[in-house]
């Protein structure tokens, strides 16, 4: 069912969109919200410096959204057997043999390799690029700005590298492997490793007058994977839903993945607000998650941006090297205040017996939990919001009985195995070397430790 915003809505959206040019003095500025996997509001405003009025066909530079492209096809290499993220990655690029060469996959994605930001010498986004063979010399040991794994540290050489792995793996150039993988199924015909017309050019703004200066556009060679992809608002509402895992260019538990948080920016004191995950960055506003990327690049600044539990997505692109700044945020979140997703209503489904026998109370001790089934499995909850808990799904079979796998929080990846008595009922569950029992430590249950024989008694 298509999706139609409020007149309202839209008026505000639109609204929002306008002052953001005239109040960053962007020369153009386009955007993009997406709901259900359709674009359900497009906006522009400005001027692109080209002939032709900026509209959502319009090819901007998307800058440091190219990492997400080039992360779903390492990614999609770990689904198909030829990559892991345990891999040292001069296990595919054996000529970095020290420095980058000891950093994993998993590590170079997730912006926790310690891989020095930018490369030596002149300012490689404003620059001509060299190819592979230029780069090798600049990634040995002297790459390393901290120990790899153990600090946040956003590297663009990182995404160089990675982008060659995929070229080794596949025998293709990068780019030509995220065409065939993702740009040709998803119908992305206006993304591009180069402008294609209608295209904006990239500007700077003079911070005390209104006067512009056009930026330069080249090849980056080898650091291209780190952000020389152009697109669209249009392009990118159809990669939004990759972001957000409702598509199948790649696995739903890849893309869950890639949501994790790798390396936590913890720049400013207080709880995270910003990390990366495998190939995305991640933020956390109130509690609430999103997935995407932004983009910079000399001329143009670039957001992608879903949120993870509905869905809804933003895009918005300029060509104004200062960018937007929480113009895309502030559209996202209009939509959802002003446009709330319906509640999904409730029909009565088939519970398979296993998970049904399962339902109801346990404890941990004398904790209360409580086991709801879901449509893939159970979930285990604190009866009274507190408490360890995980989504559990079927694992295997091991003598007879189903073992069922935690997906996340504190169990995620532990298992849990039922366990019968005598009467072939399940006893109790056995959970990590935990016991939860239907009665709090219930004497006929196997509690480690054994169960006092006086039983619950006042204290004397």
Do not use: C
């Not at 065409?179 to 490793?193: D, N, V, Y």
């Not at 650091?223 to 739903?252: F, I």
């Not at 910003?274 to 600044?301: D, T």
């Amino acid at each position: 069912m298509t999706t139609v915003l409020l007149p309202s809505t839209t008026r505000t959206l639109d609204d929002l969109l306008s002052g953001a040019q005239a109040g960053s003095r962007l020369p153009s500025v386009v955007a993009g919200l997406v709901r259900d996997g359709e674009l359900v509001w497009t906006g522009a405003a400005g001027t692109t410096g080209v002939p032709g009025d900026p509209g959502p066909e319009t090819q901007y530079r998307i800058g440091s959204i190219t990492k997400t492209f080039v992360a779903a096809a390492v990614l999609r290499a770990v689904e198909d057997g030829l990559v892991g993220l345990e891999d040292p990655v001069r296990a595919h690029l054996p000529e970095l043999t020290d420095g980058v060469g000891r950093v994993t996959v998993g590590q170079l994605l997730g912006q926790a390799g310690g891989v020095q930001a930018e490369t030596d010498g002149p300012w490689w986004e404003r620059t001509e690029g060299g190819d592979w063979a230029s780069l090798v010399p600049l990634l040995g040991e002297g790459a390393l700005r901290h120990r790899p794994g153990t600090r946040f540290h956003y590297s663009n050489v990182g995404f160089g590298v990675l982008g060659e792995l995929v070229a080794r793996v596949r025998s293709a150039p990068w780019h030509e492997v995220v065409r065939a993988q993702f740009l040709e199924p998803l119908a992305m015909t206006r993304t591009s490793l180069r402008p294609q017309a209608p295209a904006a050019q990239g500007l700077a703004v003079h911070p005390w007058a209104d006067v512009v200066l056009p930026e330069p556009e080249h090849d980056a060679g080898a650091m291209a994977p780190a952000g020389q992809v152009w697109s669209t608002v249009l392009d990118l509402a159809r990669w939004a839903a990759v972001v957000a895992g409702t598509s199948p260019v790649l696995q739903r538990a890849t893309v869950e993945s890639m949501w994790e948080p790798q390396s936590v920016d913890d720049a400013r004191a207080g709880a995270w607000t910003s990390g990366y995950g495998l190939g995305l960055q991640v933020w956390n506003a109130g509690g609430r998650r999103f997935a995407g990327h932004s983009g910079s690049m000399p001329g143009f600044v670039a957001m992608l941006r879903v949120d993870v539990a509905t869905g809804d997505a933003v895009i918005a692109l300029t060509n104004s090297t200062t960018g937007f700044g929480d113009l895309p945020a502030r559209l996202l979140s209009t939509l959802l205040e002003t446009e709330p997703h319906p509640p999904v209503p409730w029909v009565p489904r088939e519970v398979p017996a296993d998970v049904l026998e399962l339902v109801g109370p346990w404890y941990w001790g004398p904790a209360p939990l409580l086991v709801r089934a879901t449509a893939s499995g159970f979930e285990l909850a604190g009866m009274h919001g507190a408490g360890r808990g995980s989504r559990f799904v079927r694992e295997r079979v091991v003598g007879g009985e189903q073992v069922w796998r935690g997906l996340d929080h504190y169990y995620a990846g532990e298992l849990l195995r039922p366990v019968r008595g005598d009467d072939g009922a399940v006893s109790h569950l056995d959970l990590a070397s935990f016991r939860l029992t239907r009665t709090p430590y219930d004497p006929a249950a196997d509690v480690p430790g054994g169960v006092d024989g006086r039983g619950w008694t006042p204290l004397s």
